[in-house]
């Protein structure tokens, strides 16, 4: 009986429970990543509005709608109502950075409106007219809640946290736009390359940013920081603006508090005053 015990192949075993600990550390690594968001925001002071997913004004079809909402704070409307309105666009895999960026934004005072949009695939379509269509969708938006009496001034900010490249030019050139933050955005050459001429030729744009996270993934560079970097170095203008955060990745996990600390000293003191 002894000798069946020492017969055991205990190399084999050890292996398996190594095995069982590594895929028990990466369970809890996910779900702190999953879990560690709150559900609700904390601010009781908050005020959530759904909005309408579709509005009725012979926009196209280019860009359909999956969530849209307006944030503010209860507490300091009054005072903040003559700031322009900040828009968040947002994809599918965005949610928990831009609910505490909305979060600490609407307690700043800042009216949000958080819109989650999705390209219809199932049209092949330029660039050109989703950002038509963008504009259209920003103004539907803004004259819906002009017409329910939520808020009342017409201009805002834009903030771009999608996976598609807003075209800088249509939104700086509609009047009602004070600014263009983008976070982490895909970066196509073409777009780049005629940048340095959109604000040659209009030096009344606002300003326009871009943010970036140094990393990707784990230690893996970002490729379209390279890439912005590479195709923006030939041009000069002081309109753009480019900030990175060295040490997060691309979802900015534990970054979230620096990240929104740029995003307010940006809005308040670079763009409202300019």
């Not at 709150?38 to 969530?67: C, M, Q, V, W």
């Not at 900015?252 to 995003?263: A, N, R």
Request: aromatic share 12%; with cysteine; hydrophobic share 40%.
């Amino acid at each position: 009986m002894l000798t069946e015990i020492y017969q055991v192949n205990w190399v084999l075993i050890d292996v398996v429970i190594i095995f069982l600990l590594f895929l028990l550390l990466i369970s809890v690594k996910f779900f702190k990543s999953s879990h560690r968001w709150r559900l609700k925001f904390s601010n009781e002071a908050l005020e959530n509005y759904p909005l309408p997913k579709s509005y009725n004004d012979g926009t196209g079809r280019f860009l359909d709608i999956k969530h849209c909402s307006l944030t503010r704070n209860s507490s300091l409307y009054k005072e903040y109502q003559d700031i322009p309105i900040i828009f968040m666009i947002r994809t599918k895999f965005k949610k928990r950075l831009t609910k505490i960026i909305t979060e600490g934004l609407s307690c700043y005072g800042f009216n949000i409106i958080n819109l989650k949009l999705k390209i219809n695939s199932r049209t092949k379509i330029s660039n050109g007219l989703i950002d038509d269509e963008m504009n259209s969708l920003i103004y539907s938006v803004i004259g819906y809640c002009n017409r329910e009496a939520i808020i009342s001034i017409p201009r805002y900010i834009l903030i771009n946290y999608s996976k598609f490249f807003i075209s800088a030019e249509k939104i700086l050139s509609d009047p009602m736009n004070d600014g263009l933050l983008c976070i982490n955005p895909r970066i196509t050459k073409h777009k780049i390359r005629n940048m340095e001429d959109i604000f040659d030729d209009n030096p009344q744009y606002p300003q326009i940013f871009y943010i970036f996270s140094r990393r990707n993934l784990f230690l893996l560079k970002n490729p379209n920081l390279k890439c912005f970097i590479n195709e923006f170095a030939e041009i000069t203008t002081s309109k753009v603006e480019l900030i990175t955060l060295e040490k997060s990745t691309r979802n900015f996990k534990y970054y979230e508090t620096i990240l929104l600390g740029i995003i307010i000293d940006i809005i308040e003191n670079k763009l409202l005053k300019s």
